[in-house]
């Protein structure tokens, strides 16, 4: 364990103009606060913040990062609190400390909430000093570093997961790649010992097999360099084995057929020498086809700039070769922490953006964002790791701007990294000056244009689309801002409705006198609540009119079917109906999927709690299963006046004879009498005759009759009926 007078020492050595009495302070002063506090190994507790100061020497972190580092764990494991640390240390080393500190005192309902309120909280530290992260990760690192002492096997797994799914990838994020390889072997180790045991037997056989191979290899290397005038310090490396195993799944390939286990540096002074280096080294060796990655013209968002290439090297191994020039070796080696190393460390205090210029912190704005539109801790977590864990495509803007996503993205995605209004208004894509569908996937070097329209909103089936967690969190928020303004107008209606069926007119003063029943905040949470399914209009009048059933009549114990053969047997709606507006029913009013209703057909509707009103035929045989839930039932009716009326998805059972040209023949009349199949399934087939499912998008139930009376005169058509369940 480092001793007092080193540390200083060795802070000394990069940072001459800190304030050596305030590290000599921290140390006291911690060492007092834990007092004879142990950790899980048995050795005094302050052993640990000590380590962790340790740690961030070896980045030639600012005094302040170091004094926070010996601090981090005073609030949250001894009496000490914020107003101590200000009153000793000042503001800057106060804020730092609290950015680490975990909320431990807030009672939540579970541990993941509980996970996800602390990351939630040290985002926000984060996104106000970049130290905080830094601070963190070193405190991370010495924790997995001790995680064997930790006696509870599930706790063990527990830090090792939390680990793998949001340090490391933080880690990675700011360019620190070796903490992230030694947080990823860490928690590998603890989650799939054996995966990690296997991997590193397999490479054991392989430097015992080669011998001196590496060596060999470097030695080559640094011939050819010599050979061209170069001169160059040339290194070779395994890689992890955690970085071997996820390659090996992602890729379904074994051990022996990965190309790029070893990996070698090239590192040279100047940027043409990389170009240079580069057609040395394919001119000498044969390239293996799209192994090839610049990112000194295009760098990665966390600032790490090289060249990679992959070519059959020496001794015929293929080899990955990466070039860069010195500066950006130590940026890629120490990530943020190398810019302290390019400033002038001693001349005041560090700056909140770690040195940067800000470019390689667009993430950090991204969980911000993603924390503005997430519903709560646990589902700003889910998108945090959307966003964390992925390979990266680029993509530019027409104003040759670059958005580096993760593999899989689409046009939506790239629109909500832009903007958020722009994704938000969203319409369609050019990529490359093609018109693409929206759920086309990225490729790197793609140049994206988005279309836009004032009237696009999100759409629901978006989120299936996209793969950011910004994107997702974003359609999510706006969604439910819809869903609740839909739930609103609808549950009003059903309220009205509910007024009128006991000849009273709607009085929203009465409704505030009962939200207290209902666990309302407004009138207008109580529509919502309504229109949700939580409650129904008739428990409502249940408690506005006591003396009275839901139905505004003295209770008579009928019986819901009444309802349902007064409907068939109605040619127009009940003046108490709810109207479905626009026919396109939305979040707040679904159509069944088992009966397709249409407009003109006889409908009822069923509300479901958080769901709203799902709403049936009247002859549909799925209303079976609500006979003894008659609370839960909704007179509704098309609202048939609406001139904006879109198509509608009702669904035909059909039987074909088998034989050439019968499926044309079958599009052809649908075509022609004005229906567009949307989906179409074979359910049977045998050498006479084949049945299936078709889904076709028509008006109202008039013209599907039309539809289907133009099939049935059809040659190859042998039946045709209407799909009810």
Known sequence: M????ELVDRVKEYDPKFDETLINRAYDFSKRAHGSQTRDSGALYFSHPLEVADILTNY???????????????????????????????????????????LTRLELQSNKAKQAENFRKFVLATSRDIRVLLVKLAD??????????????????????ETMDIYAPLAARIGMHDIKDELEDLAF????????????????????????????????????????????????????????????????????????????????????????????????????????????????????????????????????????????HDIAERGVAAHWRYSDIGSGPVSSTGMADGKQYRWLQ??????????????????TKLEMFSDQVFGFSPKGEVYALPRGSTPIDFAYAVHTEVGDHCVGAKINGRNMPLRTQLQNGDQVEILTSENQTPSPN?????????????????????????????????????????????????????????HADSVEDLY???????????????????????????????????????????????????????????????????????????????????????????????LEAFAESPERWVEVSWDVDDEDAA?????????????????????????????????????????????MTVDIEVDNNKHLNDVMTALRAGRSVSSVDRARS
């Open 2 to 5: 480092i001793g007092q007078t």
């Open 60 to 102: 030639r972190l600012d005094g302040a990062s170091i004094v926070t580092a010996l601090l981090h764990d005073t609030l949250e494991d001894t009496d000490t609190t914020e107003t101590d640390i200000r009153d000793n240390f000042g503001d800057e080393i106060a804020q730092l400390v609290d950015g680490v500190t975990k």
């Open 140 to 161: 991370r690192l010495h924790n997995m570093r001790t995680i064997r002492h930790v006696d509870k096997p599930e706790r063990r797994r527990r830090i090792a997961r």
């Open 189 to 328: 180790a603890e989650l799939n010992p054996d995966a990690r045991d296997s991997i590193l037997r397999r490479l054991t056989f392989l430097r015992e097999e080669g011998g001196n191979l590496v060596e060999r290899i470097i030695a080559e290397l640094n011939q050819v360099m010599a050979d061209e005038g170069i001169e160059a310090v040339v290194s070779g490396r395994e890689k992890s084995s955690y970085s071997i195993w996820r390659k090996m799944q992602r890729q379904q390939v074994e051990f022996e057929q990965l190309s790029d286990i070893m990996a070698f540096r090239i590192v040279v002074d100047d940027v043409l020498d990389c170009y240079r280096i580069l057609g040395i080294i394919h001119g000498r060796y044969s390239a293996v086809p799209g192994r090839f990655r610049d990112y000194l013209s295009t760098p990665k968002p966390n600032g790490y700039q090289s060249l990679h290439t992959g070519v059959l090297g020496p001794e015929k191994h293929r080899i990955e070769v990466q070039i860069r020039t010195h500066k950006m």
């Open 366 to 383: 991204e969980l911000l964002d993603i924390l503005d539109d997430a519903a709560g801790p646990e589902d700003f977590l889910e998108h």
């Open 462 to 518: 978006w989120e299936q689309l996209v793969v950011t967690g910004k994107a997702r969190a974003r359609i999510r928020r706006v969604l439910r801002h819809q869903q609740l303004e839909q739930y609103a107008v609808l549950g009003r209606s059903i309220i009205e409705k509910a007024f009128q069926r006991h000849d009273e007119t709607l009085d929203e003063d009465k409704l505030a006198g009962v939200l207290g029943e209902f």
């Open 528 to 622: 919502a609540l309504v229109g949700q399914g939580v409650h129904t209009g008739r428990a409502v009048m249940r408690i506005l009119f006591p003396d009275k059933d839901g139905d505004g009549t003295r209770s008579t114990g009928g019986s819901i079917f009444s309802l349902r053969r007064t409907r068939r047997n109605s040619t127009k709606a009940s003046e108490h109906s709810v109207p479905i507006s626009g026919l396109i029913p939305g979040m707040a009013v679904h159509l069944a999927k088992c009966c397709y209703p249409l407009p003109g057909d006889r409908i009822v509707g069923v509300t479901t709690t958080g769901k709203g009103v799902t709403v049936h035929t009247i002859d549909c045989m799925t």
């Open 647 to 691: 198509k509608q998805v009702s669904r035909l059972n059909v039987t074909l004879v088998n034989e050439p040209g019968s499926l044309g023949e079958l599009a052809n009349i649908i075509a022609q009498a004005g229906g567009n199949i949307s989906n179409l399934k074979f359910t049977n087939r045998n050498p006479d005759f084949f049945d």
